[in-house]
């Protein structure tokens, strides 16, 4: 089936427009490269999103983009958030990969440059076809191949595009006798021009791994093309929705195939190594030969031209070229962050030799000749070991090009449960195993069943052998795609993303404070490197506490080990690059946005729209949450690159609610009876609710599902109805129907720490600046005032004491917040006391300097610091916060 719109999902609705106010418009936005340097290469083109302050446009407002030097720039633009008045709070837009490169650009209000050549999307009969202009992409709407064909110029330059996996039903661990091995071929199930423009379309597809009666692995693959460029940008998503015990995927890749022209010594294989290196040879060599064919016939190849005719060469190697064995085959493996080689063979069932080898690949590949071939390449591609790139018979009429995203020279996954439960049977048990590992066990609860994993390669389809110049610029545009971004100052001018100020050093006490928070995400940020945090499944998050007897962060026990977003760590990395600006800070945010997203999320299955608690494996706790599935902590993400797979991750958390008919999260502590009525649920009102809704928050931007909204302003005006807000004891359930919350009329008190660190005081921060709701606001402001206040004003208030509350100093942003806005000396002063005094946290006198480990007592050279993830993640947003709301009173 085939869908086709011009404008991406969640666009404006057609009827029954809302009536804007008065537009006041936009001075013109400075835009830079995310790196700084204006690139040499593009990923095939560049998308990125611009935030607009509230009554600024219409969303069918067009802009302009135009160089530092005024030269007008070919753009398409979109809107992909909305104020709640109707204008455009946030658009996309999307420049083709012959941008006139400069340091700076210009957006502003006007009519936008067409391109020369504008790109057009066509369907017919059983395929969809986008013409760049330079490159012609024929996409199947069924059958086994995603792609049928990439042309330039006439010429195909590869075909039979398609996904392909396999699977033992034992693990390559063990070694296992007569283990069975099978493969499977993508099958494609929807085709859907889901964007359209003069400038860039993407195409999605769907479908499942399919073998004989089996179907699963589901994927989605996103094809995104843009005018003038000769690059496809691919994003593929993959599901696991097998039998951990049985299913051990070993092999899961991209396949082309390539049609093979010309003489063997006129096919080139490029591959790059670490950094500028290149392996530059040909199918079959005529360098280093007992005899010469001429100087200018060796450089010929050697730089990738046609050589001259064989006939004007040294006879006595132009009679010998049968004898000169023709390599067909050729290997990167990338099996571990710290090593990769290159292999090459004559053809299967010959021995591979070993050609050359180094640390970390860029990940790029070409076979082709001097007419044309194919590049293909892999982002991240040391990062997400085990991967590996494979040119497989170039000496014959067709090669074929793999990108490999788990290599099956790496042994299977291995993704069963890492320990037999130590006898864990009963709810009493496992409780006792989490006083001491704090690892909340369950029989069958860790489950990788529903985890998905997203990578994005590039293919370019070029009319000639690239040059080793050219070749390294795209080896670097495939590793890090550029990205245009608006500055901070516009940004936060724009009242995008709740409260939040550019970096400020305006006095010594802020430039203090601003050091401790570089230095201690510098440390974070290192640490995925020095500790080695990559692979696969791994790569993007990182450890939530130390072991500093050991010198190593607590890999190996239960709740200590991998993070999983625990206290909001997204939140933190995502509000530090909107404060600096800084590249590696965007980088790093991605990277974890990335994983936690997909590999700590459920996408399908019984826990669909949870995710799953900070553990040793990301899927292996069993306690399933909304609070780490958290739309808040993947928004940004989506908003700063109109990121379509995010977007899809977000729209699918808007009735994540329904999880909590499914199973029981309370189980384990529960006193009374379960309901799973829809309409009288046990979901909590604030780390509950905080999670979903920041899911509602962002549909409602996004002008998607209407019931969001309603869920999110009758959640809010509901809880504040009741007697004691956010903090009312007793019987409480949630209709998840409408949002709307029921609970006693009498006054009580339950409340934990953990009750606004997943999102919840970012969220009614947005919430209140969007909508007038006086009493909401009101008992908000209440509780912000009242967690870290005394016994007294406590009872005073609510009729009971709070009881001795843990995470003071992540709560001064609550008190902030309601200095702010009551706009309270005293309280603001002592907002500022609470961050410094550090409860929880980190005290004014904590070092957060670095002292280098070396020697036996660890593998590595290793930087230790008095430092863990959830408590640099809770300082950097109170103080982000208190900078923000209270900063004159620091």
């Not at 046990?682 to 780390?687: H, K, Q, V």
Request: contains cysteine.
């Amino acid at each position: 089936m085939l869908a086709s719109q011009a404008a991406p999902a969640h666009a404006a609705p057609a009827a029954a427009p809302q009536a804007l106010p008065d537009l006041e418009g936009h001075d013109p936005v400075t835009l830079r490269w995310l790196e700084k340097d204006a690139p040499a290469e593009l990923a095939a083109g560049v998308t990125w999103g611009v935030p607009w302050p509230r009554g600024s446009f219409a969303p069918d407002q067009e802009f302009a983009l135009t160089t530092e030097g005024g030269d007008p720039v070919a753009v398409q633009s979109w809107p992909t958030g909305w104020w709640p008045d109707g204008s455009v709070k946030w658009t996309a837009h999307a420049v083709a990969a012959d941008v006139p490169r400069a340091d700076t650009y210009t957006l502003s209000a006007g009519s936008a440059q067409a391109p020369a050549a504008p790109l057009t999307v066509r369907t017919t009969g059983g395929q969809v076809v986008v013409d760049t202009g330079v490159v012609q992409v024929a996409f199947a709407r069924s059958g086994n191949e995603l792609v049928k064909s990439i042309t330039r110029g006439g010429v195909v330059i590869a075909r039979g595009g398609r996904l392909i996996a396999s699977r033992q039903d034992k693990p390559s661990s063990e070694e296992p006798a007569g283990v069975k091995s099978e493969s499977f071929t993508g099958t494609v199930e929807s085709v859907r021009v889901e964007h359209q423009g003069p400038v860039r379309a993407v195409i999605k597809v769907e479908g499942k791994h399919r073998k004989g009666r089996r179907a699963w692995l589901p994927f989605t693959v996103r094809f995104y093309l843009y005018a003038g460029s000769d690059a496809i940008r691919v994003v593929h998503t993959f599901v696991f929705d097998g039998n951990e015990k049985k299913d051990f995927i070993n092999g899961l890749g991209v396949r082309f195939s390539v049609p093979m022209r010309g003489e063997l010594h006129d096919r080139h294989v490029r591959i790059a190594g670490e950094g500028k290196g290149v392996l530059r040879e040909a199918v079959r060599g005529i360098s280093g030969l007992r005899r010469d064919p001429g100087a200018a016939v060796r450089q010929a190849q050697y730089e990738g031209k046609a050589t001259p005719d064989p006939a004007t060469w040294d006879q006595r190697v132009t009679t010998r070229l049968p004898y000169i064995p023709a390599f067909g085959d050729y290997s990167l493996r990338q099996l571990n962050a710290h090593g990769f080689e290159i292999h090459k063979r004559t053809k299967a069932g010959h021995a591979w030799i070993r050609v050359d080898g180094g640390k970390r690949a860029e990940g790029l590949a070409y076979i082709g000749t001097p007419s044309g071939g194919l590049a293909f390449g892999m982002r991240n591609f040391w990062q997400l070991h085990p991967t590996e790139l494979e040119i497989n018979g170039a000496a014959g009429d067709e090669a074929e090009a793999t990108a490999w995203m788990w290599s099956p020279r790496a042994g299977s996954m291995d993704m069963r449960f890492y320990h037999d439960g130590m006898g864990q049977d009963t709810y009493a048990e496992q409780t006792e195993g989490l006083e001491i590992t704090y690892e909340d066990y369950e029989p069958e609860w860790g489950t990788p069943y529903g985890i998905a994993r997203t990578t994005e390669l590039t293919f370019w389809a070029l009319d000639a052998t690239p040059t080793a110049e050219r070749f390294t610029e795209l080896a670097a545009a495939n590793a890090t795609p550029p990205l245009l971004a608006s500055s901070p100052e516009h940004n936060h001018a724009a009242g995008v993303f709740g409260s939040w100020t550019p970096v400020d050093r305006s006095n010594a006490e802020k430039e203090e404070l601003e050091d401790k928070l570089a230095l201690m995400h510098k440390y974070h940020r290192e640490q995925v490197d020095q500790r080695s945090w990559y692979g696969f499944w791994d790569y993007g998050d990182i450890m939530h506490s130390y072991d500093g007897t050991r010198h190593t962060w607590a890999y190996d026990i239960g709740g200590y080990a991998w993070d999983n977003s625990e206290l909001s760590s997204d939140l933190w990395l995502w509000y530090h690059y909107l404060r600096t600006g800084d590249a590696s800070a965007f980088r790093f945010a991605e990277a974890m946005t990335r994983h936690t997203g997909e590999v700590d999320v459920y996408h399908l299955g019984k826990f669909k729209g949870c995710g799953t608690r900070h553990g040793v494996q990301h899927w292996g706790d069993s306690a399933k949450q909304v609070r780490i599935s958290n739309a808040g902590y993947r928004r940004f993400y989506y908003f700063l690159t109109a990121d379509e797979r995010v977007g899809d991750l977000l729209h699918d958390l808007v009735d994540s609610d329904s999880s909590y008919v499914r199973f029981d999260p309370w189980r384990k502590v529960r006193s009374d009876a379960w309901s799973n009525d829809p309409k009288a649920l046990d979901l909590g009102t604030t780390t509950d609710w905080g999670a979903l809704g920041l899911a509602w928050l962002t549909e409602w931007e996004r002008n998607g599902d209407a019931i969001a909204r309603t869920k999110l302003l009758n959640g809010a005006k509901s809880i504040a109805a009741l007697p004691n807000g956010w903090v009312q004891g007793g019987d409480i359930t949630y209709d998840s129907t409408n949002g709307v919350f029921t609970g006693p009329t009498e006054r009580s008190v339950a409340v934990g720490a953990l009750s606004s660190v997943f999102g919840l005081i970012e969220l009614m921060t947005e919430l209140l600046d969007l909508v007038d709701l006086p009493e909401v606001k009101a008992k908000w402001i209440e509780f912000c005032r009242l967690y870290n206040g005394t016994r007294a004003e406590q009872t005073a208030t609510t009729g009971s004491y709070w009881g001795s509350l843990n995470l003071k100093q992540a709560y001064s942003r609550a008190t902030a917040y309601a200095a702010n806005q009551t706009d309270d000396d005293t309280l603001a002063a002592r907002a500022w006391t609470e961050l410094r005094t550090g409860h929880a946290g980190y005290p004014d006198a904590h070092r957060f300097t670095t002292e280098r480990i070396e020697g036996p007592a660890v593998l590595n050279d290793i930087d230790e610091a008095p430092l863990s993830a959830n408590a640099s993640a809770q300082f950097g947003l109170a103080a982000f916060q208190c900078l923000a709301l209270v900063g004159e009173a620091i």
